[in-house]
């Protein structure tokens, strides 16, 4: 019985330190996605929960679930953003900043 107690305990040591990580990563991408739209965008973007666009025309990115699936954006970002106005530069992230930005952009629609 005590040996099972202990491998119980080890199981659930290992899962506690694997979460705390995963959600140290997750904390990380967040913020990573968060200066990425920070340098990028929010010279026209709204990029938090309350703010307004700089831009009127420019949509905040709390509300781009209303028009998007946000999780769809990760193909565009990586292979070059690109809009029908010449106000909007094209952006093309790399793979690792793809996935904080739109893990970001997630985590702050309305």
Known sequence: MAKWSA???MVIAVTACATSRDEL????????GH?????N???CHAIGRND?????????FRTLSQN????T?????AEGISVGHPAMPQFQFDP?????????????QD
């Open 7 to 9: 491998i119980l305990a």
């Open 25 to 32: 990563e997750r904390k990380t991408a967040l913020a990573r």
């Open 35 to 39: 200066e990425i739209a920070a340098a």
């Open 41 to 43: 965008c929010a010279s």
């Open 52 to 60: 307004d666009s700089v831009a009127p025309e420019a949509p905040a």
């Open 68 to 71: 998007y699936r946000v999780d």
């Open 73 to 77: 954006l990760e193909e565009a970002l």
């Open 96 to 108: 690792d900043d793809v996935h904080a930005l739109v893990l970001y952009l997630q985590s702050i």
